[in-house]
């Protein structure tokens, strides 16, 4: 039976690292950006007996798979087995030793049988231990990167976060990233969903209700990052209005809530965007820049207004300048991997358009640094530190993936098919810089595209090989 096992170490104590493992988002964060995965059943902790259900998309054909947990010891091991799916047989032992007070080696043991038809001429042996390999080194890298960010910031217990948008990509993360560190999330949704950690909100319509507003009381921090989608389709009127109003009119009416309770929350980092500083060719811009032209920097300017309520009463407020956030599970990476992938990307217009970005581990690290740092406030610029320009973007990507960038989009044809989105998102540049992150103490994960795209593509496994083939 095919044997796999991996080892790393980290510098924290062995309890620290399996209790990371055991919280609600720990899941989350330890699933590989580049896998297409549903969670149908999240577990809830790691005693024998709970399952979790999952979705994964290999091409057209969806695996179902639900695992369970059949042994636990606490702070040593914990073991996940297959109960229906893709394989003949599944086992996940993960092992935790203690190599002193402050560092640990964490260890993962994985035997599978083969898998079944009609997966079976798909997931060959060689096929699956390449994958393990990929997935592996970066649960290792994720797992540093967590720990040593939430011993950073300290720990998360007694405080509760709501995210108001915690559905979509950076939300979906942000709430794995808070609940691995202890924090308890709201998640406010406009979507009826049961469980005490969802709450229900109107912005459009009924508004917050008794209930919904109690449950607000005495937050640590609220994290407002909801609004209708700005690409995939052209900007008509009406399009331009949706985006405009969910924008606005949403944080009004949470900045004005959030302003009439008995205990407002600590701290508010509502989401703007760089498209508030318009198109600035090689201008360096930081946070004291001055705003822009064009429609986006005219919604960015309107939405940064809005927490008005909320700032005249005290409440610590941040507004996140996002960039391009990067992950290919959603954003405009997704989009771009299409044609790269298949040798057809390239520049878009001049290329000399300058590209800010982030990565989305930094992203949601970036808004934990928001919350937890008393000394930031106002605009705080969601970028790397190394902004490029797009032609050079198109070359880096490129590399990662193997692929040429030969085949160049000109600004005429971006324009003619996209209209005024493609011109302000595609064509339209902000050579972006995050003084005020930098100032503030916060450290990038990775400041430069390169090792950015690496780890969010998988493209970064190396590391020296067991005696049982996997990276050690």
């Keep these: 039976m095919p044997r796999f096992a991996h080892r790393f170490e980290v510098d924290h104590p062995v309890g620290e690292a399996f209790a990371w493992h055991a919280r609600p988002g720990a899941f989350g964060r330890l699933t590989p950006p580049w896998e297409s995965v549903r969670v149908l059943r999240a577990p809830v902790g790691l005693q024998p007996g709970t399952r979790v259900q999952l979705e994964i998309r290999k091409g057209p054909v969806p695996l179902k798979w639900e695992l369970e947990h059949t042994a636990y010891e606490e702070g040593r091991f914990f073991v996940d087995e297959q109960v229906r799916g893709p394989f003949a047989r599944w086992r996940h032992e993960h092992r935790f030793e203690p190599l002193g007070p402050d560092r640990c080696r964490v260890e993962d043991i994985v035997e599978w049988g083969a898998p079944l038809e009609p997966f079976g001429d798909t997931f060959t042996e060689s096929f699956i231990t390449r994958s393990l390999e990929r997935l592996f080194a970066f649960r290792a ?5 967590d720990l ?3 011993r950073r910031y300290g720990p998360g217990e007694g405080r509760v976060v709501a995210v108001n948008g915690s559905t979509g990509l950076i939300g979906t993360a942000l709430c794995d990233l808070l609940t691995s560190g ?4 709201l998640r406010v949704t406009r979507a009826l969903r049961e469980g005490p950690e969802w709450v229900h909100w109107d912005p459009h319509g009924e508004g917050i209700s008794t209930e919904a507003r109690s449950a607000l009381e005495g937050l640590f921090g609220v994290v407002n990052l909801a609004g209708e989608p700005i690409s995939g389709v052209r900007w008509t009127s009406a399009k331009k209005e949706a985006i405009l109003r969910s924008r606005e009119e949403g944080t009004l009416l949470l900045c004005r809530v959030l302003a009439e309770l ?3 929350p600590e701290v508010l980092v509502s989401a703007s965007a760089i498209g508030y500083y318009g198109d600035r060719g090689e201008e360096r811009l930081s946070e004291s820049s001055e705003g822009g032209e064009g429609f986006l920097a005219e919604v960015s300017r309107r939405w ?3 927490t008005h309520a909320a700032r005249a009463i005290g409440i610590r407020t941040v507004h996140l300048r996002s960039s391009m956030v990067l992950s290919p599970g959603g954003g405009a990476l997704e989009v771009l991997l299409i044609p790269f992938r298949m040798g057809a990307g390239g520049r878009l217009g001049s290329g000399r358009q300058y590209i800010s970005w982030i990565d ?10 928001a919350l937890r740092n008393e000394k930031v406030r106002g605009a705080l610029n969601g970028v790397a530190p190394a902004p490029l320009p797009n032609a050079a973007f198109a070359d880096v990507l490129g590399r990662v993936l193997g692929r040429p960038t030969l085949v160049p989009m000109p600004a005429l044809a971006i324009r003619a098919g996209l209209g005024e989105m493609g011109k302000e998102l595609l064509l339209f540049g902000q050579r972006a810089h995050p003084d005020r992150a930098l100032e503030t103490g916060y450290r990038f994960r990775y400041p430069d595209l390169e090792s950015s795209l690496r780890h969010q593509l998988g493209r970064d496994e190396g590391g020296e090989t067991t005696d049982d083939g996997g990276p050690r």
Aim: charged share 40%.
């Design 360 to 369: 989305l581990d930094d992203e949601t690290g970036l808004i934990l640094h």
């Design 304 to 306: 940064e207004r809005a």
């Design 182 to 185: 202890g924090y308890r999330v």
């Design 148 to 150: 040593e960010l939430h």
């Design 262 to 264: 008995e205990r407002p």
């Design 141 to 145: 890298r994720r797992t540093n990167h």
